[in-house]
């Protein structure tokens, strides 16, 4: 072919004339070639940005959604763990909003807060709840210590009577707790039940109390060694010899 320039004869495959350094077609071609490759790559990668961008804020969306159902669940319940972990996943999607350079969704703020909330409000509950715990003991401490005080040497005394086995039954109780419940949350404690003895064994039917909304019925099983001592509570009659 010609140079469209200078009229020389060239090969049509070379991009420029040899002679005068004129562009020929064959290099339109390949510029328009480099232009599409260039322009096909761009919007590769504009693609990939974009599904980066959406699983990002997919995963942004998803941890706010955790935020908020960890942190309410541990409202509902007063669970400690529970609303910590609304608050880590609180904090992430605060960090990946910032690294994405996006909004913080309103979900990921409620459950961050509700997080806190529920933490107080956990923190309170168990706060509230050893102090119970310990007031109960103190007053079960004192219970025993007046009922010991109150049978002195009785237990020792070879025949027990009435009294002496409702007190010993309580403090028993009290100490050793019954049907898995701690002796100090027992309370409302009433003797009313028949007191049977025979030599080195008794029987105290129908020592009453209460944990919570339960109300126990129990035996008293007592033994006689050095002193008067209580083998065991009981729902039914205790065992014969």
């Known amino acids: 072919m010609s140079c469209e320039n200078c009229g020389a004869t060239i090969d049509p495959s070379i991009l420029a004339c040899p002679f005068c350094q004129a562009s020929t077609p064959a290099a339109a071609v390949a510029r328009r070639r480099r232009e599409q490759e260039a322009e096909a790559r ?3 990668a504009a693609a990939t940005q974009q599904q980066i961008a959406a699983a990002a804020r997919a995963r942004l969306e998803s941890t ?3 935020a908020l159902g960890w942190s309410i669940a541990g ?3 007063c669970c400690l763990p529970l609303a910590i972990i609304g608050i880590v996943q609180g904090l992430r999607a605060r960090a990946m909003a910032t690294a994405a350079q996006a909004p913080l969704p309103g979900k990921a703020t409620v459950g961050l807060g509700l997080g806190v909330l529920a933490t107080v409000t956990s923190i ?11 007031r109960k003991q103190r ?8 009922l010991e005080q109150k049978i002195g040497a009785q237990a020792s005394a070879p025949t027990l009577d009435h009294d002496t086995a409702c007190a010993l039954a309580e403090i028993h109780a009290r100490r050793s707790g019954h049907d898995g419940h701690l002796g100090h949350a027992l309370e409302h404690f009433e ?3 028949k007191l049977e003895v025979d030599q080195d064994r008794a029987e105290l039917k129908d020592l009453r109390f209460r944990w919570s909304s339960t109300t126990y019925d129990a035996s008293v099983c007592f033994k006689y060694g050095a002193r008067w ?3 065991e ?4 009659p205790c065992p014969a010899r």
């Not at 309170?124 to 715990?133: E, K």
């Not at 509570?233 to 039914?236: A, D, P, Y």
């Open 191 to 193: 003797c009313i039940g």
């Open 75 to 77: 409202l509902v319940v």
């Open 64 to 66: 706010a959604t955790q």
């Open 139 to 146: 007053s079960a401490d004192a219970r025993v210590a007046v």
């Open 229 to 231: 001592y209580v083998g």
């Open 233 to 236: 509570l009981r729902s039914g």
């Open 42 to 44: 761009a919007q590769a």
């Open 124 to 134: 309170g509950i168990v706060t509230s709840i050893l102090i119970d715990n310990d």
